[in-house]
């Protein structure tokens, strides 16, 4: 586990993401996605660098099916981005470390 | 500047890399946008040799890393935006950042066929895909299209039983070209169904609402055009290589597959190699895009040799 990521299931999702009040990049995955694993780096990468002005976090979707389904998810990996409580940006699939700190710098930079 | 630079991370890349890493060739390579290649959208891989209770398809990709890395080769998950191979050293760029190589090995793949629709891609991720093993979890009790008749189509239908309710395949001919095994495996499935004669010619929903929600087919023999309702869309109709990058630098036959000469992966341009599902229409196979990494490595180094 990354040093740099927070875990969150239906328990914390509201604390931690909806009530944040610096934006939340949110990573769908699963065990059993390969994609999500290979996107793993990126995210972890991404983590330290934000770790000041962001939280990054993972949701399990196999313990968190709730959350999955409130925010339409049909794809993993999926990001969401999160601000002030409303999804801002969404992404499905492969990205890149580049695309992600823009979504952020846009939020932070203003 | 690099003596080798690979783009592409599946078998034929990873396997460049372990040749060129053990002939101290000190090779970079670019993951690109989908690590491990195709086989990590896969479940088991029953058919690469050395494993014979087959093994995953990301785990088996995690191997082929470990061992490049193992003897030298750097592997970055980054991805290459455009290359120019008109002059030496070759530049490849990333982002704002630009790389010099004496010699490329590309191994690039091929990625799923979709059907071209304006729909299709805007719903992709919602309701529409083209991984069954990474998206059926989310059509659970659902009903759902498989499009295809190939062996892949029957064995996403069959695999994506154990979560939808219902699966139709919905295929253009009045026959599969899957092979016999493949074909019983789905038709003896009573959650699957197939429509003949079929094809998908729109589809409609909103990605920022329900995704997708229903889709027209039209009957082939018939001209009829019928609006199905639907949760999810799973293309299965074929690969096609990932050339984009070098069009215009390289020769490419009517399909996009780069031309290399016979049993060879050399390229129309000197010092550029190609290996993998990005010259191979024929097998498509992990072990022999593996095989053709291998030779791309040798090829290179004795073109290095050369200079």
């Known amino acids: 586990m990354s040093e740099f990521t927070i875990d969150v299931n239906e328990e914390n999702f509201d604390s931690v993401v909806m009530k944040s009040d610096k934006p939340v990049l949110v990573d769908f995955w699963a065990e059993w996605c390969g994609p999500c694993k290979m996107l793993t780096p990126t995210i972890e990468a991404l983590a330290e660098e934000y770790k000041d002005t962001s939280s990054i976090v993972k949701i399990n979707v196999d313990d968190s099916p709730a959350i999955a389904t409130k925010y339409g998810i049909r794809s993993i990996p999926s990001i969401l981005l999160f601000n002030k409580g409303d999804v801002v940006e969404q992404r499905v699939g492969a990205v890149s470390k580049d695309e992600l700190a823009g979504m952020l710098d846009k939020i932070i930079k203003g | ?307």
């Open chain 2, 1 to 307: 500047m690099h003596k080798v630079i690979i783009i592409g991370s599946g078998p034929a890349g990873l396997t460049a890399a372990i040749y060129a890493a053990r002939a101290n060739l000190k090779p970079l390579v670019f993951e690109g946008v989908q690590p491990g290649g195709q086989l990590t959208i896969t479940t088991d891989v029953e058919n690469y040799p050395g494993f014979p209770k087959g093994i995953l398809g990301p785990e088996l990709m995690d191997k082929f890393r470990k061992q490049a890395q193992e003897f030298g080769a750097e592997t970055l998950f980054e991805n290459v935006d455009k290359v120019d191979f008109s002059s030496k050293p070759f530049k490849l760029h990333v982002g704002d950042k630009e790389y010099e190589a004496e010699s490329v090995i590309i191994s690039t793949g091929a990625s799923a066929k979709l059907l071209g629709l304006e729909s299709e891609s805007k719903l992709m991720g919602f309701g529409v895909s083209a991984c069954a093993t990474c998206d059926g979890f989310f059509f659970k009790e659902k009903d759902i299209l498989v499009v295809g008749g190939g062996d892949s189509a029957m064995e996403e239908a069959t695999y994506l039983t154990k979560f939808a309710s219902s699966v139709t395949i919905v295929h253009r001919r009045d026959e599969f070209r899957a092979s016999k095994i493949m074909q019983d495996r789905a038709l003896n499935n009573p959650k699957i169904s197939v429509m003949w004669n079929s094809e998908i010619v729109e589809m409609y929903g909103d990605p920022k609402d329900k995704g997708l929600e229903s889709v027209d087919i039209r009957n082939l023999q018939s001209g009829e055009i019928v609006r199905h309702n639907t949760d999810g869309v799973f293309m299965a109709i074929g690969h096609k290589p990932n050339s984009d990058l070098f069009k215009n630098q390289l020769s490419l036959n009517e399909s996009g597959y780069i031309i290399t000469e016979a049993d060879s992966t050399v390229t129309s341009k000197k010092g550029i190699f190609a290996a993998g599902d990005i010259q191979d229409f024929t097998y498509k196979q992990a072990i022999t895009a593996a095989g053709s990494g291998c030779m791309a490595a040798i090829e290179a180094e004795r073109f290095l040799e050369g200079h």
